[in-house]
């Protein structure tokens, strides 16, 4: 039973377009949701994060839509630039020092 | 932002053989994962660590995985012996506590066993 699911293991925009990422997860415990962006070769990097308290958390081009009752949240990636290609994880933990739980990644591709 | 190192980088072992692979978690930070990678798909959680103690471990960490962090050091993952499905990258990340619960990730030791 996978507890955090993207939906989309590929998205594919083209520059300055909005990309949208989603993400539900099982787990009404989760409270923190951070979105980690990983490029080939590399670990993953924390994006932005949302706590459970909260519907809407932006930082520049990035912001998280997250819907507590539905249990799924969004990542919009404004303006989508060639360099934003890479995998962009959801990820979910109940409390300080538990582990992630991690969904299965979307491999976002931004054609020029 | 805070860095988490990993030594080493890459391994090529034979399988049966032990490996140790090394963590240089941030400085202050009081929490220790391991997480396995195959083939940049899904982050798998293997194991927490706290006070020097395992907080939770997941089905994914044998018994032949074992984990430490003597004297305040390197926080380390050994597996003994090693089997051709311990192929991955094994990602090491620290973590503050406190509130949230961001996870700091080193770049990776990609593990090989043949």
């Known amino acids: 039973q996978q507890q955090v699911r993207q939906s989309s293991q590929s998205l594919t925009v083209w520059e300055g377009e909005t990309a949208i990422l989603n993400c539900s997860y099982e787990n009404s415990a989760f409270d923190y949701f951070p979105w980690y962006q990983q490029f080939p070769g590399e670990g993953p990097a924390l994006l932005i994060a949302?706590?459970?308290?909260?519907d809407k958390k932006e930082d520049g081009r990035f912001t998280i839509f997250f819907n507590k009752r539905e249990k799924n949240l969004s990542l919009h990636i404004k303006d989508s630039q060639p360099g934003d290609s890479a995998t962009y994880f959801c990820a979910a933990s109940r409390n300080a020092g538990a582990k992630l739980t991690f969904g299965g990644g979307t491999r976002l591709t931004v054609r020029p | 932002g805070p860095k988490v190192l990993q030594i080493p980088s890459h391994q090529i072992i034979d399988m049966g053989q032990m490996v140790t692979l090394n963590c240089d978690p941030v400085?202050?930070?009081?929490?220790f994962y391991w997480y396995k990678q195959i083939l940049g798909q899904q982050m798998e959680f293997l194991v927490n660590?706290?006070?020097?103690?395992?907080?939770?471990k997941s089905k994914l960490f044998k018994d032949q995985f074992s984990v430490e962090r003597p004297d305040g050091s390197y926080f380390t993952l050994k597996i003994q012996p090693t089997a051709l499905e311990d192929s991955a990258v094994y990602f090491c990340?620290?973590?503050?506590?406190?509130?949230?619960?961001?996870?700091?990730f080193g770049e990776g030791s990609r593990l090989i066993v043949v």
């Open positions: 949302i706590r459970s308290v909260s």
């Open positions: 660590f706290y006070n020097g103690k395992v907080m939770e």
């Open positions: 990340a620290s973590s503050p506590g406190g509130d949230g619960n961001t996870l700091y």
């Open positions: 400085s202050n930070h009081l929490y």
